[in-house]
């Protein structure tokens, strides 16, 4: 009889073992090619910043493609940080995998990652990587998980990549150089966001309720709800990753760190987009985001401040007449 469908994972409470490993390679659930043609983009993403952004994409579907190896394995073990999130054999090997991959292209570009840490360097470049956005996703069999792999240089950031590797989709961009989709991590097209100029037409995406209130502000959440037209849990690196396709229009994070959303800001402005933290500044080091079509950015932001009505109050509020 076959053993039934689950995921048999199981958490290893308040583990210190977030240490330094020698990585395994794992079997990738596909051996199609990740090496891309350089007809695959323009000619930018060759010729400036030394083939950094080429690569980008190269190290961020190789590192995406190594989490397979343990997506919806049965053994798969949960071991909780000090902060109480996930972290697992496959958030750590596909964070060696980059790193490994940046060393040897580039050994004096500075490195910094959710997993380990930061590698000092000595030019003027930094890749930053989230080698699993959306652990809880990945434990749980869920394929909306993401890799986040972002080039910044001189402290911006030049480039980034939205990995999706169980669903084979992703989304990359170089500033300059525009934004790109893929849904088979091979051929790749332009993509924009969404042209929806109302919040009241729009859909809103974020990754858990539970981080408003963690923040202090569980109201903003039910702003957002009561403004838009739709809300859904679809949220972490997917959540941008739609907003930046044109399949959402706004994506919040109540709570980030700078692996989370280095990837997020270029791809978002190369697809007409915007991001930005909750106070309006271009920056992925503000502690929270705001990603959206650009056209609904000041009234996501005013929403999310308290500064403009909702449809619930302007109901519980009617106009007098004069």
């Known amino acids: 009889m076959e053993k039934p469908l689950g995921w048999g994972w199981e958490f290893r409470q308040k583990s210190s073992m977030i240490h330094q490993i020698d ?16 007809s695959s983009f323009p000619a930018v993403w060759h010729d400036s910043h030394e083939g950094r952004l080429e690569a980008m994409v190269d190290i961020a579907v190789a590192a995406g493609r190594h989490t397979l190896g343990y ?3 049965q053994e798969l073990i949960v071991d909780l940080k000090a902060d109480e999130s996930p972290v697992t054999v496959a958030d750590r090997e596909a964070e060696q995998e980059a790193r490994k991959r940046i060393a040897s292209r580039y050994p004096a570009d500075a490195v910094a990652g959710e997993e380990f840490a930061d590698v000092r360097g000595t ?3 930094r890749w930053t990587i989230d080698p699993i956005d959306g652990t809880k996703s990945f434990v749980c069999g869920v394929p909306l998980y ?6 910044e240089y001189q402290d911006e950031p030049v480039g980034g990549a939205i990995i999706l590797p169980a669903l084979r989709e992703a989304v990359v961009a170089a500033v300059g ?6 849904d088979d991590l091979e051929q790749w097209r332009a993509t924009r966001v969404s042209d929806r100029k109302e ?3 729009a859909v809103f995406v974020t990754s858990e309720v539970q981080s408003f209130v963690d923040r202090g502000d569980p109201s903003a959440f039910e702003r957002m709800q009561s403004s838009c037209w739709l809300t859904r849990t679809w949220g972490d690196g997917y959540g941008y990753m739609m907003v930046a396709t044109g399949r959402a229009d706004v994506m ?3 709570i980030c760190k700078a692996w989370d959303v280095a990837a997020i800001l270029p791809i978002l402005s190369e697809a007409g987009g915007r991001f930005t933290d909750w106070a309006g500044r271009s920056t992925v080091r503000g502690g929270d985001g705001v990603g959206t079509n650009g056209r609904l950015h000041d009234a996501a932001l005013a929403v ?5 009505s909702t449809p619930a109050q302007d109901d519980a509020h009617p106009t007098r007449a004069s």
């Open 23 to 38: 990585p395994t390679i794992c079997p990738f659930a596909s051996s199609r090619k990740t090496t891309l043609a350089a």
């Open 71 to 73: 997506f919806r394995r």
């Open 199 to 201: 919040l009241s037409a």
């Open 177 to 182: 150089g525009g934004c790109y989709y893929s």
């Open 304 to 308: 999310l401040a308290g500064k403009a």
């Open 146 to 151: 993401s890799t986040l792999l972002a080039l």
């Open 123 to 125: 030019s003027d470049y």
């Open 252 to 254: 919040v994070d109540p």
